[in-house]
């Protein structure tokens, strides 16, 4: 008898509330294993604000997240030293992991993604900025991938890198995307929860 993958993450009677406004109201949530979830809905629905609450950077008003898997997440926008290089960033990103940075393997991810390593992140696009950004989570490498519209401003090149790095990254972990591109993600995502309400 087959059993589902077991629940990186579950929330539960989630909710937030900035002021009098009711963001996220009472939502039941759960990423199992090998799946990938698109969080749809139009700006001011609460997709931003659900990734920081499964990544705990934002405490809910009521209800609970759980879970004991290692989370990444991908802001709109990422957010780097703009002074250092891209190869610094990533190795910094380490040294806060209490990992030793591997240059070579720095090399071969900014490679991957097709950004200079040595130029400081003040010259870099969005779009590099964004490529960064998944450089540094598949350096990482965490359980659950949380990404908040990862395809925004990524050219055609960048969006099917993106594809690929998403369907490497479920394989024995789990992903989340937040997009309002439903064409994009239908090919992705096993999931769909759409968001509704808002402020």
């Given at each position: 008898m087959m059993t589902d993958p077991p629940s990186l993450l579950h929330a539960e009677a989630l909710s937030k509330r900035y002021g009098r406004d009711w963001v996220i109201q009472g939502?039941?949530?759960?990423?199992?294993?090998?799946?990938?979830?698109?969080?749809?809905?139009?700006?001011?629905?609460?997709?931003?604000?659900?990734?920081?609450?499964?990544?705990?950077?934002?405490?809910?008003?009521?209800?609970?997240?759980?879970?004991?898997a290692r989370i990444g997440l991908l802001a709109n926008p990422p957010a780097f030293y703009r002074h250092l290089s891209g190869e610094e960033n990533l190795a910094y990103a380490l040294r806060l992991e209490d990992r030793t940075p591997d240059l070579a393997a720095i090399r071969r991810i900014l490679e991957r993604v097709g950004l200079p390593g040595k130029k400081p992140v003040l010259s870099y696009s969005s779009g590099m900025k964004k490529r960064l950004a998944l450089a540094k989570l598949q350096l990482l490498w965490p359980q659950v991938w949380l990404l908040d519209e990862p395809e925004a401003a990524l050219?055609?090149?960048?969006?099917?890198?993106?594809?690929?790095?998403?369907?490497?990254?479920?394989?024995?972990?789990?992903?989340?995307?937040?997009?309002?591109?439903?064409?994009?993600?239908?090919?992705?995502?096993?999931r769909q929860v759409v968001l509704g309400g808002g402020v």
């Open positions: 939502l039941d949530f759960s990423l199992r294993g090998g799946e990938v979830v698109a969080l749809l809905g139009p700006n001011g629905v609460g997709k931003t604000t659900l990734l920081r609450l499964l990544a705990g950077l934002v405490r809910p008003t009521l209800g609970r997240v759980s879970g004991r050219d055609a090149q960048g969006r099917e890198l993106l594809g690929e790095i998403v369907r490497q990254a479920r394989k024995g972990g789990g992903v989340v995307i937040a997009t309002h591109d439903r064409a994009w993600i239908t090919e992705l995502a096993d």
